[in-house]
């Protein structure tokens, strides 16, 4: 591994001319959407390193997370012929537009600071296409979370970590009966299959979740045990509130905050909220896995992908911000902000609360497992056809459409036809 001090000097010797190019103009214009308190912090630590290199910022918020209102509005900009310079994705999506042809090369930069040597590998298949570099990762989050509020659990008289799932369902009854909301939910369809990720995990194991959602084995998506699964979701939907239907996850993350609900499954991002709610993690807020998926650790990475451009002034700043994106103080000072865990593997977890050193060691033990598995729930496990046509069988039976058993019938369906 290279130490920081190697690091910088490589790209100060490599990277020199392309920074010197980046501040004679060229601002960045970049589509994302991170809109909620802790999401904005976070990337104002992005705008201020450019904005100190003299590297304006050109923001194109899309809200909605989940990216896929900010997907539409890059298809249209790319119809007219006008892509933005870096755009945030996830995922296969990257892949997509890749094989479109619409996305620039990061090559030089990545060879000068040793991308290679420091990105996990299952970070790699999305950041590069057909070996070339073509995304910056800003991160690596989690799904397979549930996040607590302390307070509110003690007052129920949970006074243990739930470690199975009926122990976790006894918890959440337990808030429940004390007048509380128990989970905290938004009924979007991407928040109920970020759900169904650790659900999933936790009913049928890492290998089974490989097989349904990597695979897309038949067998599995239509087996007794995916009937189990969405079972337990249908469990779930017991402790939730009334008014969760179309809540932005961010006010379901309030809702924890403020001690209105006691728990919330969701990825990593939550922890943004509540630190910028001033909540102190490991502390006010308690963090585990899913009961059922220690060990275990379904990731989707935030990455900003460089459109091709034809101004070299412009090609100087994507290398620019993508340098500075990958830098260890950048990866750290983002994602203690953020909620998320380094891109990189050769960064202490010092400067991390309780929940990051957690996030960071479950990370490292899952990749030298073999269980650090895509996320189907944000586009890591299979492409978006498919990623969507699940989201619209778990919603529609989050929602009471179809009984489990039928649930998975039309899961096993609903994949055949997106293939």
């Not at 060691?361 to 895509?374: M, P, R, V, Y």
Request: proline letters at 4%; aromatic letters at 8%.
């Amino acid at each position: 591994m290279r130490t920081t001090r190697t690091w910088t000097a490589a790209m100060a010797l490599a990277c020199a001319g392309t920074l010197a190019a980046a501040q004679e103009g060229a601002p960045v214009e970049v589509l994302h959407w991170w809109t909620s308190g802790g999401e904005a912090a976070a990337l104002n630590v992005l705008k201020e390193a450019l904005g100190e290199q003299g590297i304006g910022w050109n923001d194109m918020p899309v809200a909605g997370g989940g990216g896929e209102a900010a997907m539409t509005a890059l298809r249209a900009r790319v119809t007219a012929g006008n892509p933005p310079t870096a755009v945030q994705m996830l995922g296969f999506d990257i892949q997509d537009w890749a094989a479109e042809g619409a996305l620039g090369n990061l090559n030089d930069v990545a060879e000068a600071e040793g991308w290679d040597e420091v990105v996990p590998e299952a970070i790699q298949e999305f950041s590069k296409y057909e070996g070339n570099w073509i995304a910056a990762p800003v991160n690596v989050h989690s799904t397979n979370w549930v996040w607590a509020n302390a307070a509110v659990l003690e007052e129920a008289g949970v006074t243990e970590q739930p470690e199975t799932w009926d122990e976790f369902i006894a918890a959440l009854q337990a808030v429940q009966d004390s007048g509380k909301i128990a989970l905290a939910h938004g009924g979007q369809a991407w928040q109920e299959a970020t759900i169904f990720d650790g659900v999933v995990l936790s009913t049928g194991g890492p290998d089974f979740y490989r097989a349904a959602f990597i695979d897309l084995d038949p067998e599995a998506l239509g087996s007794e045990t995916m009937v189990e699964a969405f079972d337990r979701m249908a469990q779930l939907r017991e402790f939730v509130d009334p008014n969760f239907s179309g809540r932005d996850w961010n006010l379901a993350s309030a809702m924890v905050a403020n001690g209105e609900a006691g728990f919330q499954i969701m990825g990593d991002w939550a922890k943004g909220e509540f630190i910028n709610a001033g909540l102190t993690p490991g502390e006010d807020i308690l963090c585990f896995r899913v009961p059922g998926t220690e060990g275990a650790v379904t990731f989707n990475s935030d990455q900003f992908a460089m459109f091709d451009v034809a101004s070299e002034e412009a090609r100087a700043s994507q290398a620019a911000m993508a340098s500075n994106i990958m830098s260890p103080e950048f990866q750290i000072a983002f994602n203690t902000v953020k909620g998320s865990v380094p891109a990189r593997t050769d960064i202490s977890d010092e400067a991390f609360d309780a929940c990051g050193k957690k996030g960071m060691a479950d990370l490292a033990a899952a990749s030298e497992a073999g269980t650090l598995l895509g996320s189907m729930a944000h586009g890591h496990a299979n492409p978006a056809a498919v990623k969507n046509a699940i989201y619209d069988v778990v919603t529609a039976h989050f929602n009471g459409e179809y009984d489990s058993a039928t649930a998975a019938e039309e899961l096993v369906n609903a994949v055949e036809a997106a293939m």
